[in-house]
């Protein structure tokens, strides 16, 4: 299976903020990567695919971009609701695995 | 929009079988149906996925004790796990795949406890 692995486990920000996560996968996944967003109680949201799509009603400060092994979710500005958790996922062999997660927070 | 609402009990005792339905809002025939599984304090897992033609796909590392089945008259799919453990206990989201392996709709999940 393909490993990935994000980084930072936790990010503190403020409102405002431009914020970077990283996603890294174990071997090349060409630009089959999608990001996530989660919030307890809610249905997960999809944000990007295909590395950088931004998926249809989601807010243009949401960007993806990168290819390869190597690929990063990028807040321009950090909105009240945009505290949640971030999960990348690869689509690029099944079994389609995640990493482990991106808390932003306060 | 797609919805969808996972249902089923939310206690399940150790060795015994877990089962869930979801109930999708558009037509059943569009997507790819797949099953996904948060456990506490971890990551998020993909288990598999059904058409509507019975046609599936299971994770590895869950397919010896994993089978799915889709209900075209019901618009509802369903997902079996037998001989669960306290490793099953995870909030279980269903979800509609285009078919491109990533995942645009989502249920609010079901938290399932393996307890006795």
């Known amino acids: 299976d393909i490993q990935m692995t994000q980084s930072p486990s936790t990010l503190s920000a403020s409102l405002g903020d431009r914020v970077t996560i990283t996603c890294r996968a174990s071997q090349s996944i060409s630009r089959w990567l999608a990001w996530y967003q989660l919030k307890p109680g809610k249905a997960p949201k999809l944000l990007i695919y295909q590395a950088s799509s931004l998926e249809s009603g989601v807010p243009p400060r949401f960007s993806g971009s990168g290819s390869g092994t190597e690929f990063t979710l990028t807040i321009s500005s950090l909105q009240p609701e945009d505290f949640a958790t971030y999960y990348c996922q690869q689509h690029n062999s099944s079994p389609w695995t995640f990493g482990q997660g991106t808390k932003v927070e306060i | 929009q797609v919805q969808l609402q996972e249902s089923g009990p939310g206690l399940v005792k150790p060795s015994e079988t877990m089962s869930l339905t979801c109930t999708v809002s558009d037509s059943i025939y569009r997507y790819y149906w797949t099953w996904i599984r948060q456990s506490p304090g971890k990551g998020l897992e993909y288990i598999g996925y059904v058409y509507h033609s019975g046609n599936t796909n299971y994770n590895p590392s869950l397919k010896s004790r994993v089978t799915m089945s889709i209900d075209t008259s019901k618009n509802q799919f369903s997902l079996k796990v037998t001989s669960v453990t306290a490793a099953d206990t995870a909030v279980y989201y269903c979800?509609?795949?285009?078919?491109?392996?990533?995942?645009?709709?989502w249920g609010q999940g079901t938290l399932v406890t393996v307890s006795s």
């Open positions: 979800a509609s795949d285009r078919g491109s392996g990533y995942f645009d709709y």
